[in-house]
């Protein structure tokens, strides 16, 4: 098998913590958002997203709903 490893930790270098505020200057996540826009994916991702969200959301009230009773 064969290990994944980052190329930060090779470098010597602690990996950035990711916050709300640097998430999309992280380097996979520009290119993902590039990878979407070269191949004309917004009305899929934008799906995608939403479908995930609703999860979230779903979960989140079920998890509220839980702890008042």
């Known amino acids: 098998?064969?290990?994944t490893v980052n190329l930060d930790?090779?470098?010597g270098v602690a990996p950035?913590?990711?916050?709300?505020?640097?998430?999309?200057t992280n380097g996979d996540i520009e290119n993902f958002y590039r990878y979407i826009h070269e191949n004309g994916?917004?009305?899929?991702?934008?799906?995608?997203m939403e479908y995930a969200i609703?999860?979230?959301v779903k979960?989140?009230?079920g998890k509220r709903n839980?702890?008042?009773q």
């Open 9 to 11: 930790e090779k470098a």
């Open 41 to 48: 994916l917004r009305r899929e991702a934008f799906m995608l």
């Open 16 to 24: 950035e913590v990711m916050t709300i505020k640097n998430f999309r």
């Open 66 to 68: 839980k702890n008042l």
């Open 54 to 56: 609703s999860k979230v």
């Open 59 to 61: 979960a989140r009230k």
């Open 1 to 3: 098998m064969s290990k």
